[in-house]
């Protein structure tokens, strides 16, 4: 049984979100906060393995997150938000959201990230690694080279070890649709097709040695 609590001031979504997340046998919605202050004020009956949280409202906020943290200290937080300022995400993750999902993903996207969270994997769905991987270079498009993230840089590294999707998740504590999402976006910043590609930018770079 995964014990779930919402956070979110927006009552028609709350209770969509709960009828979505307990769907699945096994999840059950302890309840809807609206606001920090009602979830602080019902702490004492609420012990959730999860917060699913929408933190981008007045009545909760990024700091709200790490209240959060320090209230259910075992609790893992998933974020479900509208897209949102790069800064604004990092943040979020900063303060301890475990897995960031936007709101227009579907409901088998939402499923998946509540059980790899409660497994304890960090899942993103693709669009919001598109917004960490936001440059705020304004040469970043430029002929200057191609910018991955550090993570991006851990996947090649990995792939090139001959680790599958899931032992690269196992070992960086990702969801597996998460490491698909990196290999996709790294692929698509070198124009390449495939796994093979991978591994020879990664030698000719120095990624990995020979």
Do not use: W
């Amino acid at each position: 049984m995964i014990d779930i609590l919402i956070a979110n001031n927006n009552q028609i979504v709350g209770e969509g979100l709960k009828t979505i997340i307990q769907s699945k046998m096994g999840n059950r919605v302890l309840g809807i906060a609206n606001s920090i202050k009602h979830l602080t004020d019902q702490s004492s009956k609420y012990f959730p393995d999860i917060v699913v949280i929408d933190y981008s409202s007045e009545s909760f906020g990024v700091n709200s997150i790490a209240a959060i943290k320090k209230l259910y200290k075992d609790c893992k937080i998933l974020a479900i938000t509208d897209p949102l300022p790069k800064s604004t995400v990092y943040n979020a993750l900063k303060n301890g959201v475990d897995s960031y999902l936007l709101s227009d993903c579907d409901k088998p996207e939402i499923m998946e990230a509540l059980t790899d969270t409660y497994d304890g994997k960090q899942f993103y769905c693709g669009m919001v690694i598109d917004i960490l991987a936001e440059s705020n270079d304004p040469d970043a498009n430029s002929c200057s080279g191609i910018s991955l993230s550090e993570r991006e840089i851990e996947v090649i590294r990995l792939i090139s070890d001959g680790c599958t999707n899931k032992e690269i998740a196992d070992k960086l504590f990702l969801s597996p649709h998460t490491v698909n999402t990196h290999r996709k976006n790294i692929m698509h910043k070198l124009g390449i097709k495939n796994t093979a590609g991978i591994v020879i930018y990664a030698f000719r770079e120095n990624i990995i040695k020979g």
